[in-house]
C-alpha cells in the first residue's frame, strides 16, 4: 500500500511516505496564500505519482494559525433569551493567579453580533418554552444585513434536547446557504455552557477558512488522478475523513503537532 503523510507548518511543508516499501521525504515552502502549492510541490520533489497512492494523511496548522492571526470569518453567535452574555463571562476562575499582567483571551464574537431566540428546554431534555420561529425568520434577514460569513448556534441544554438547534439550523442553512453554520450539539455534546459555547463558535470562526483550503486539497489531489482515501489528523491524534473535517473544523486545532508526537511515541504493538 502507497501512502504519504504531509504536514503544513507555518514556513515549511513536509512530506513523508511509504512508496513501494521505500522511504520517501520532500520538503517545500508553505504558500500562506496558497497552502495546497505547498502540498503539491513536496509531491512533485519526492517524485510521487499521485494516482499511485492508496491514502494521503494530512496535518496542517491552518486552523491554528486562522485564530492566532485573528483572521477568521466574521461569525455571529445565537443562544437563548436571557443568556447572551455567557461565552464573554466565561468562567470566575483566573488561570493564572499570580500573573499581574494576565488577560482572559478576547472573544471571537463581538457583543453586537451575538443574537438571543426565545425558547427554553431544560436539563432533562422538556421544553420549557417552544422555539419562536417567527424569531429565527427574523434573524436570518438580520444577519443577511449584517454580512455575516458563520454562524455559530449553542442554546442551553441542546446537549439533553437538541430539537431547537436542529430546527434553528435547518432554517438559517436555508436561507443562508453561503454561510457557515455549526450547532453545538454537533460539535461538543456536553454539558457546561461556557466550554460548549466557546467550542462552537472556536468552530465556526474557522470554518469558512478551513473548508476552502481543504475543498482546494482534494480538488487538486482528484485533479491528479488521486481516487484513494484522504484522512486528515485530529487533535487527539486520531484521523477523519476530509468530509468531517470540513463540517468540524475545530478538531483539528492541533493536527499539525500531534502527528509528530504520535509517530514519536512508543509502539503500541
Avoid: W
Avoid at 442554546?155 to 457557515?180: C, S, T, W
Amino acid at each position: 500500500m502507497n501512502l504519504v503523510g504531509v504536514d503544513i507548518g507555518g514556513t515549511f511543508t513536509d512530506l513523508v511516505g511509504c512508496i513501494d516499501g521505500r522511504i520517501v521525504t520532500s520538503k517545500a515552502s508553505t504558500v500562506p496564500t496558497d497552502p495546497t502549492q505547498g502540498v503539491a510541490d513536496t509531491i512533485d520533489l519526492a517524485k510521487v505519482d499521485s494516482a499511485s497512492l492508496s491514502e494521503v494523511l494530512h496535518g496542517s496548522t491552518v486552523a491554528i494559525n486562522t485564530v492566532l492571526e485573528r483572521k477568521g470569518a466574521r461569525t455571529a453567535l445565537v443562544t437563548t433569551k436571557g443568556f447572551r452574555d455567557v461565552y464573554a463571562i466565561g468562567r470566575g476562575n483566573r488561570i493564572e493567579a499570580f500573573n499581574l499582567f494576565f488577560h482572559r483571551p478576547k472573544p471571537l464574537v463581538a457583543r453586537d453580533l451575538t443574537f438571543e431566540v426565545p425558547e427554553r428546554i431544560n436539563s432533562r431534555g422538556e421544553v420549557l418554552i417552544s422555539l419562536d420561529q417567527a424569531a429565527v425568520e427574523e434573524l436570518a434577514v438580520m444577519l443577511r444585513k449584517r454580512r455575516v460569513e458563520a454562524v455559530a448556534v449553542c442554546l442551553l441544554h441542546a446537549y439533553a434536547n437538541p430539537a431547537h438547534e436542529r430546527r434553528i439550523g435547518e432554517m438559517l442553512r436555508q436561507k443562508l446557504p453561503d454561510v457557515f453554520v455549526t450547532l453545538s450539539h454537533e460539535i461538543l455534546r456536553e454539558y457546561r455552557e461556557y466550554e460548549r459555547t466557546s467550542t462552537t463558535t472556536l468552530n465556526a470562526y474557522v470554518g469558512p477558512r478551513v473548508e476552502a483550503y481543504l475543498r482546494k486539497l482534494e480538488t487538486y489531489l482528484r485533479a491528479e488522478r488521486f481516487d484513494g482515501k484522504i484522512q486528515i489528523m485530529r487533535s487527539n491524534g486520531g484521523v477523519m475523513s476530509i468530509t468531517l473535517a470540513q463540517e468540524q473544523p475545530v478538531s483539528m486545532m492541533e493536527s499539525g503537532p500531534v502527528a509528530g508526537m504520535i509517530g514519536a511515541g512508543p509502539s503500541c504493538t
